[in-house]
């Protein structure tokens, strides 16, 4: 069984398309995050989610929308796709927040043309 | 704001060397954490270490947590090729993870 899974494992599109990420957790975790890792491998926070309230929201274009429909689902809703929008996004969660044990998805690499 | 140094940025060893890691910050944690990244999978935790001076270990790897809790290191011991990948570490501000940037590790047979 998969923990933490993301849709769609790959995503290619065009520039100015509005496109959707999706991730689920089926770990009972009260908090989940998005992260971006670019080019170079680094990753870092975007959002993150506790019992569907926005806890931490780093500095990230408004055209970035994070929805939480329940605990165990958080998605990520991108607007106008810039090129400097293609990366791979995790997604992870933990028990609480702030918890450092934090499980990861598989990723998605997102590539705009 | 703070500074998060891993060294080095890449290795190129022989299966069986022993291989070490480390990051520096500018700040002080209460916990850091040891993750390892599988080429084209997410991070998955491998050492946390919760106390200044606290050297843990897991299987060929020993993580220790600095005693002036701003640096942390990683051994890995007889290396083997699924050794292969990238290894983060990533300090706790109880705020969020803060990802260092990285050692990507190559193992040849």
């Known amino acids: 069984d998969t923990a933490v899974s993301q849709t769609p494992k790959y995503l290619v599109t065009q520039m100015g398309n509005d496109k959707s990420i999706k991730c689920e957790q089926n770990l009972g975790h009260d908090t989940m995050y998005w992260y971006k890792q670019d080019s170079k491998k680094f990753l870092k926070i975007m959002f993150s989610?506790?019992?569907?309230?926005?806890?931490i929201n780093e500095t990230v274009p408004n055209r970035f929308s994070p929805k939480s429909p329940d605990k165990a689902h958080l998605n990520l809703h991108i607007n106008s796709l810039e090129l400097g929008d293609s990366a791979v996004y995790f997604c992870?969660?933990?028990?609480?927040?702030?918890?450092?044990?934090?499980?990861f998805g598989p990723g998605t690499r997102l590539l705009v043309l | 704001g703070q500074q998060l140094n891993q060294s080095p940025q890449s290795m190129f060893i022989q299966e069986g060397e022993d291989v070490s890691m480390n990051c520096t910050s500018s700040s002080i944690f209460n916990t850091w954490l040891w993750y390892k990244q599988d080429p084209g999978e997410g991070p998955v935790l491998l050492i946390a270490?919760?106390?200044?001076?606290e050297l843990t270990s897991n299987g060929r790897l020993t993580a220790q947590f600095g005693i002036t809790r701003k640096d942390s290191f990683l051994n890995i011991s007889a290396s083997i090729p699924s050794d292969v990948g990238i290894y983060f570490c990533a300090p706790n501000s109880g705020y969020a993870l803060n990802f260092g940037k990285g050692t990507s590790l190559l193992v040849t047979p």
């Open positions: 270490l919760y106390k200044a001076g």
């Open positions: 992870a969660s933990s028990q609480g927040p702030f918890q450092e044990t934090q499980y």
């Open positions: 989610y506790n019992n569907k309230e926005l806890i």
